[in-house]
């Protein structure tokens, strides 16, 4: 059996509700996988919760609540959360299940019998709030250490360490050979430049049960629970390994013959945990004998009104307001069109609606509605003969779109566009830009109505014959954009579709110019995204 295309998102911890943040990259993640599947990939998404640690424990505490209780209740509202935003994940991790701690526990037992762990006594500095133990390096210049690590005490304590030591060279190696492996290049740069003027410090990955008890319990101590991230981290294969994926069994010991999905094909993960994922992930995996990811996709934060997003603050966009006030494709376009994957986003109130208001509803809204109406009312709906005018306008698009969300043929950029690309942005994946030039389409088209001015020729009975082929030419493009939008705003897709009278259809192949059959008898046109400055019917 072929490996299947596989994707992951961050699993968040579970210690409130989820936010413009969390939506943001499971977004993002949604729009790839499927767009993959557009491409006529199989793919598999995971997403998912991350339930253990400290941070989970303490708002439970908080709740007065038993820390699984509280975690059942969370993961429930969560879970109800991704099909809100109507992700179409293969699975959901939650890291407290019994597939993902025999997991966890079988890797644990495996690294120790092989030699890669040792136990050790340090007194230092930890910072209750990250959960780590903080280095004297990160000290500031006035001697307190950074705002984001909270409250830092000493403290004198044994635990487990996993040797990272001779595994510097070959990651950076790696890394270096690899220009994907890291999107965009500013972080592949950020972690080249910590690993090579850095000498990486052995990694512990135990917490004494005694001060914390919220975690899976090291097999071979049950003194200690496992630190946060080495169990987290493992969700990536844990639930390959339920599917039976026969690599991740294979270096598990385990026998198997389910689906292949390792190596993952894209991590979609968070500016902040670039680390855990370009550094000890990787050798994490080399030293269970696993293959590395083949990329590591990191997106920024999202600030509100230009300032961070906090619960106390009260600073928040909840995404559940925005969507039952605007609609769930309406806040996919804004998060994906607004910002590129890599710098950081400013949501605005006002920005939302402008974009709303331009390029939905009298953007793509606009053009369908007024096509489809004039389609019903000059020719009582039934589609003319094919005519090409706006194919090349139709087919630019489409290609742009195969390229960039990673399907990539240069000869098309150079010959036809004169974009040349660079070495480095192959592969390069961009949903921003993928939708820029979708919209160049509603553009070129709404231009088109304009120019030809339909309402004219029907005036004119000597006309009829240019009429049929404007009409054509704006039946079709909604078609094809009712394609190409497939992945990104996936309930627009298949109203338009609907309104064309056409079974839904979400391969990209199916944006092939000349698709949409003379005589077929279209449905009725009705607003994909109502005005928000009129009173709603
Ligand atoms: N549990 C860890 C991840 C473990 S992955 C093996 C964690 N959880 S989190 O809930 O704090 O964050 C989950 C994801 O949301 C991360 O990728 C993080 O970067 C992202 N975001 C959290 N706040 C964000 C914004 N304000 N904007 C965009 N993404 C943000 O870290």
Redesign the pocket.
Known sequence: MSKRFYLTT????VNGQPH???A??KIVADVIARSRRALGEEVFFLTGL?EHGQKVQQAAQAEQQDAQAYCDALAADWQRFATTLKLTNDDFVRTTEPRHKEVVQAILAKLHREGHFYQDTREGFYSAREETFVTEKERLPDGSFPAHYGEVVKLSETNWYFKLGAHQAWLIEHIEKNPAFIQPESRRNEILGFLKNHTLEDLCISRPAARLNWGIPIPFDPAYVTYVWFD??V?YISIPAAHGDPVVCRALGISASGIQLWPADIHV?????VKFHAVYWPIMLKAMGLPLPHKLLV????QKDGAK?SKSTGNLVDPVAIINEWGLDAFRYYVVRELEIGPDGNWTDAGFAARYSAELANGLGNLVNRSLAMLKRYRHGVVPARHDELKTNAEDPTAIVRQFLGNLDPAYFSERLGVVLKTTESNSISLQLALVNIWHLVTRANQYVDQTAPFKLAKDPAQSSRLDEVLYNLTETCRVLAVLIGPFLPETSAKIFAQLNLPLETKLSAAAWGGLPAGHVIGEPAALFPRKDQPKK
Do not use: C, F, T, V
């Open positions: 961050a699993i968040d911890y413009l943040g969390h943001y990259e991350d987290a981290l969700n993960i968070g500016k902040d945990i997106h920024g934060w999202w997003i």
